[in-house]
């Protein structure tokens, strides 16, 4: 699994396969699927995550826990 975040498109990508998506699905608002030409779930696209309000876990903050999920969070920041 990889995690991306794209500053300029103010987007969370969630890599989970490195296959190449052919179609994407909307899942609910601003989180779409990338989908694989079998059908496999390539990828999570998080889009607008600056717009969440402040008690949602942050793109940024979202990022920096999953790439180092052995270090502590504090719950108090988020």
């Not at 496999?40 to 999920?69: H, R, W």
Request: charged share 25%.
């Amino acid at each position: 699994m990889m995690i991306d975040y794209d500053k300029e498109a103010d987007a969370v990508i969630i890599h989970f396969t490195h296959e190449k998506v052919v179609k994407d699905k909307s899942l609910s608002p601003c989180i779409f699927g990338g989908f694989s030409k079998k059908g496999t779930l390539v990828e999570i696209q998080i889009l607008e995550v600056s717009q969440f309000e402040k008690t949602c876990l942050s793109g940024k903050k979202a990022y920096k826990y999953l790439t180092n999920p052995r270090k502590p969070v504090n719950i108090s920041s988020i």
